[in-house]
């Protein structure tokens, strides 16, 4: 089932809240792809994510505040540990390829899977 963009600003806040990180501004916009700034401390969601399942949903959230967890580790073994267990607490396993998702897992069930040569 999609989510809406309440869905999507409330996994954020609970995430956010969860692994005790200090505020992060959700911006919700018409871009091709979502972003995190250290500065500003916010990030960016493209709205097509709000056409995509649970499981996506959930994940692309997560990545973007992951970077958060492991600030300025980029894509690194620091930010894949952070963002492997803020998957796990939505019930969530994700198998990469580089930085981004292969395959996601939500309650044991495949509920993504990468297309080759397509990254989202
Ligand atoms: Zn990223």
């Not at 401390?41 to 973007?64: D, F, G, M, Q």
């Not at 930010?79 to 939500?106: D, P, S, T, V």
Request: charged content about 30%; glycine content about 6%; some cysteine.
């Amino acid at each position: 089932m999609p989510v809406t963009k309440e869905d999507l600003l409330a996994i954020a806040d609970a995430t956010i809240e969860q692994f005790r990180l200090a505020p992060i501004g959700i911006q919700i916009k018409d871009v091709a792809c979502g972003r995190a700034r250290y500065k500003t401390r916010k990030i960016t969601l493209p709205i097509w994510v709000l056409e995509r399942n649970e499981a996506y949903s959930i994940w692309y959230v997560v990545h973007e505040i992951a970077h958060f967890k492991a600030i300025r580790k980029g894509h690194g073994p620091a930010f894949k540990r952070a963002e492997r267990i803020m998957l796990k607490a939505w019930g969530i396993e994700i198998e990469y390829a580089r930085a981004y998702a292969k395959k996601l897992y939500m309650n044991g069930e495949l509920e993504y899977e990468r297309k080759p040569g397509i990254w989202y």
